[in-house]
């Protein structure tokens, strides 16, 4: 309130002080039209924070975060399918599992299923994500 009632009284005061010093001709009109146009926004101010529109929570988001988390792990997990093939020249289904939490949207795991049986492969790929930073990840490899 108090920053309010200065920014209201400093405005007056503008409106005040340029009303004195411009010259009387045409432009003196236009000149004071906006002045006291200042001091009507100004002070109509508060009036028209009533209308402004807020949200009932600040917890609301205005985007489905169920349906953004399974568009990014739906995209993570094609494209860690492609860096491990990449890396290892190995076909690999992955199941990147992506959640909102705590505002923002995080791995919450990762799945890697190969074709393979090589057990150095599978420790290699686990250190290679471990490296990554991801968390909670299993490789294992497929059943017959």
Do not use: W
Not at 51 to 72: G, H, M, R, W
Not at 74 to 89: A, I
């Amino acid at each position: 309130m108090k920053t309010y009632l200065l920014t209201a009284a400093a405005v007056i005061f503008l409106s005040v002080i340029v009303s004195l010093i411009i010259p009387h001709g045409k432009l003196n009109k236009t000149i004071v039209f906006v002045m006291r146009m200042a001091c009507i926004l100004v002070l109509i101010q508060p009036i028209t924070g009533i209308f402004k529109l807020k949200p009932s929570s600040t917890d609301e988001t205005l985007y489905d975060t169920e349906y953004v988390a399974s568009v990014y792990t739906k995209n993570q997990s094609e494209s860690l399918e492609k860096l491990l093939y990449k890396e290892y020249t190995e076909e690999c289904d992955c199941q990147v599992n992506v959640v909102y939490s705590e505002g923002k949207f995080k791995v919450d795991s990762v799945s890697v299923q190969t074709s393979s049986e090589n057990d150095k492969l599978i420790s290699d790929i686990y250190a290679y994500l471990k490296k990554l930073g991801y968390i909670n990840i299993t490789v294992y490899a497929k059943s017959p």
